[in-house]
Each structure stands twice: as structure tokens, then as C-alpha cells.
């Protein structure tokens, strides 16, 4: 079983920053794909950022230039920086690993909220 854990959400006005966390935990030897995705009220869960172990990355094209997307492999952790922040990202974000032995994890989700 592996255990997401997201942080760092929270309520930023219109071209703020905020910095999120992902931590996983549990039984896995690594994980080659850790993403963002995010969920407005009324809106499918859409892709925001993944990044592999590797480090190749790929963003939605409504973030790209704005948030950044790392990771620290010996900490099964990753990390997405928004700047530029817009009331258009205002989501519940959630942090996604895998898939592990064939199953993809996710996290409860954290929630941003930019104001205008």
C-alpha cells in the first residue's frame, strides 16, 4: 500500500505564488511517473504536471511558463511551484504516483483558491 500526502495549498490572490508537496510512503521499491492534477467545482480532473524519475516533464499548456514541476527520488517526494497564480486555477489539486505494480495512487487533494 502506498500513502500520498499532499501539502501546501491554501488562499493566494491573482499573481501570487504557492508552493505544493507530495510525499508517498508505503511498500514500493520506486516510482517512475508522479504528477498534479486538479479539479474545479463542475470540471473533470484534468492534467496538470507530471514529471518521471528520469526528470522529463510535461505540463498543461494553461500552465506552462507559470508552474514548475520537481522531484526528489530518494524522498518519493514531488513538488509543484505556481507563480503567476490566476483565479482560473482555483482547484482542489491532487498529487498522483504510478502506477505501482500496476495500480496508480492518489492523494485526498489540496485545495488553492486564487482571488481576484
Known amino acids: 500500500q502506498v500513502q500520498l500526502v499532499e501539502s501546501g495549498g491554501g488562499l493566494v490572490q491573482a499573481g501570487g505564488s504557492l508552493r505544493l508537496s507530495c510525499a508517498a510512503s508505503g511498500r514500493m521499491l520506486s516510482i517512475n511517473s508522479m504528477g498534479w492534477y486538479r479539479q474545479a467545482p463542475g470540471n473533470q480532473r484534468e492534467l496538470v504536471a507530471i514529471?518521471?524519475?528520469?526528470?522529463?516533464?510535461t505540463y498543461a499548456d494553461s500552465v506552462k511558463g507559470r508552474f514548475t514541476i520537481s522531484r526528489v527520488n530518494a524522498r518519493n517526494t514531488v513538488y509543484l511551484q505556481m507563480n503567476s497564480l490566476k483565479p482560473e486555477d482555483t482547484a482542489a489539486y491532487y498529487c498522483?504516483?504510478?502506477?505501482?505494480?500496476?495500480?496508480?495512487?492518489w492523494g485526498k487533494g489540496t485545495l488553492v483558491t486564487v482571488s481576484s
Open positions: 514529471i518521471t524519475s528520469g526528470g522529463s516533464t
Open positions: 498522483r504516483a504510478g502506477p505501482i505494480n500496476g495500480i496508480t495512487y
